[in-house]
Nanobody
Framework: QVQLVESGGGLVQPGGSLRLSCAAS???????????MSWYRQAPGKERELVAS????????NYADSVKGRFTISRDNAENTMYLQMNSLKPEDTAVYYC??????????WGKGTQVSVSS
C-alpha cells in the first residue's frame, strides 16, 4: 500500500527558508514503479497547482514559473524520501503543500499535506 507523509511545514517570515519532506512507503521510486513524484500546493480559495516534479527516468526536473530559482526538488533513494527546499519565501507561497506520486499504471497517490505560512 502506497503511503506518502509530508512534514516540515510551519510559519516563516518573508525571505526565510523551509525544507519539506515526503516520506514514501509501499514502493521504491524507480522507472519500473513510478513515473514521477511531485509537490503541489493549494492556497485558500484557489485550485491546487503543481509546484515541482521529478521524473523517475532521467530525473528530469520541472518547476512552476513562480518558484523557479527559489525552490529545489530532490530525492534520496536510500531514504525513499523526496524533498522541497524553499528559499526566499514570499507571502504568496502560503498554502498547504501536498506530495504526489504517479505510478507506471497511472495510479495517483496523495499525502495529507503540510501547511506553509509566510508572514511577518
Amino acid at each position: 500500500q502506497v503511503q506518502l507523509v509530508e512534514s516540515g511545514g510551519g510559519l516563516v517570515q518573508p525571505g526565510g527558508s523551509l525544507r519539506l519532506s515526503c516520506a514514501a512507503s509501499g514502493f521504491t521510486f524507480s522507472r519500473y514503479t513510478m513515473n514521477s513524484m511531485s509537490w503541489y500546493r493549494q492556497a485558500p480559495g484557489k485550485e491546487r497547482e503543481l509546484v515541482a516534479s521529478i521524473s523517475s527516468a532521467g530525473g528530469r526536473l520541472n518547476y512552476a514559473d513562480s518558484v523557479k530559482g527559489r525552490f529545489t526538488i530532490s530525492r534520496d533513494n536510500a531514504e525513499n524520501t523526496m524533498y522541497l527546499q524553499m528559499n526566499s519565501l514570499k507571502p504568496e507561497d502560503t498554502a498547504v503543500y501536498y506530495c504526489n506520486a504517479v505510478d507506471i499504471g497511472g495510479g495517483t497517490y496523495w499525502g495529507k499535506g503540510t501547511q506553509v505560512s509566510v508572514s511577518s
